[in-house]
């Protein structure tokens, strides 16, 4: 399956396809032609992965060079940008070379970032080995790190040349990984999608969902290619994406990112935002109660601890608050998202 981002000229495919990893060296062929490349990757990847794409890429003739990282969102900072930058001058690459993300949303978003601002701008491919950045993260050429007042408030738009998907990856990932990664499913039917929810629904086990999993997540690149189409620098329609995103970063920056993983912190922010939106009168009733059931069914959290009384301030920093308004992301029923322009009254 191939779909493609139409941006002009800065326009990139994303292949999905069972056994992908095997052709890593021809498709990166079609698209780079020059001689080093830089693998970015983390430890529980690259116990799987790492050393079978380096091999794959200097059996054509590249030159490769290959870092592992800590896993986990603690690596996406500051400091490890600085790390990364000195390995790249210690390799010489230039801005004639490639850099490949092999790895969740964590290296995507990290190497891209990297990747845009080193030496001003260094062509990168990602190879998404999540169900999350398979279906997300790797689409739609956002990239960034987190500081501490927040997650992702610093970084760039700079897309890749290619997004290449192997859903056979998703084997090696442990269960709460793989649901982690169907929360972000889940949002895209919520938002624009009303069939595909309901498709989601009629998954009996885990199993069915493997055996459907090229077409889900076909399904989500084609929301989100249309969506980043429309609106590339995210100041309209692109927030939508962001459904359950407000509350959840400001769940998973509460917890210092060690209780919930992103897909768990989305969740949790449908949910809870949904049953607001219901209270309010701006969404049909029994919406929240239709995500809590999706939510459950795949093994997701709906509910934590934190108060949002306890999270306003990394709701009042969120990236989608323009003109002192804040933005947030409701459906009037499901499939069907809209923009609501409030203040953060609206979760008193």
């Not at 940008?81 to 490949?100: A, H, P, W």
């Amino acid at each position: 399956m191939e779909l493609i981002v139409d941006l002009k000229e800065r326009s990139y495919p994303i292949l999905i396809e069972k056994g992908l990893i095997n052709k890593v060296a021809y498709e990166v062929q079609k698209v780079f032609k020059g001689e080093k490349i830089f693998i970015l990757t983390d430890e529980n990847v690259n116990s799987f992965y790492g050393e079978k794409v380096m091999s794959l890429l200097q059996d054509v003739g590249y030159e490769v060079k290959k870092l592992v990282l800590k896993p986990g969102e603690e690596t996406k900072n500051y400091r490890c940008v600085e790390g990364i930058y000195n390995e790249l001058l210690d390799f010489k690459l230039t801005r004639s070379d490639l850099i490949i993300t092999l790895g969740g949303g964590v290296i995507g978003d990290l190497g891209g970032f990297v990747a845009s601002t080193f030496l001003r701008g260094v062509d990168f491919i990602q190879f998404p080995t999540s169900l999350l950045a398979q279906v997300d993260s790797s689409v739609g050429g956002k990239v960034g790190v987190d500081i501490a007042r927040g997650k992702n408030l610093v970084g760039s738009f700079y897309h890749p040349k290619a997004v290449l998907i192997d859903p056979e990856v998703l084997n090696t990932l442990k269960p709460r990984f793989f649901n982690d990664g169907m929360a972000e499913v889940i949002k895209y039917g919520c938002i624009k999608d009303k069939e595909f929810f309901y498709e989601l629904k009629k998954y009996k086990n885990k199993e069915e969902v493997i055996n459907n999993i090229s077409t889900i997540i076909h399904s989500c690149c084609r929301i989100k290619r249309n969506v980043v189409e429309k609106d590339e620098k995210d100041k309209g329609d692109r927030m939508l994406l962001n459904f359950g995103h407000t509350l959840g970063h400001g769940i998973e920056q509460y917890y210092e990112y060690k209780k919930h993983t992103h897909g768990e912190g989305v969740a949790i922010g449908m949910y809870a935002i949904t049953k607001i939106s219901e209270a309010k009168g701006l969404t049909k009733v029994g919406t929240a109660e239709e995500i809590k059931e999706l939510l459950v069914q795949y093994e997701l959290p709906f509910e934590t601890d934190v108060k949002i009384a306890n999270i306003m301030e990394a709701i009042s920093l969120d990236k989608k608050n323009i003109d002192g308004k804040l933005n947030v992301i409701l459906i009037k029923e499901m499939g069907e998202s809209f923009i609501y322009k409030t203040d953060t009254r609206f979760f008193n």
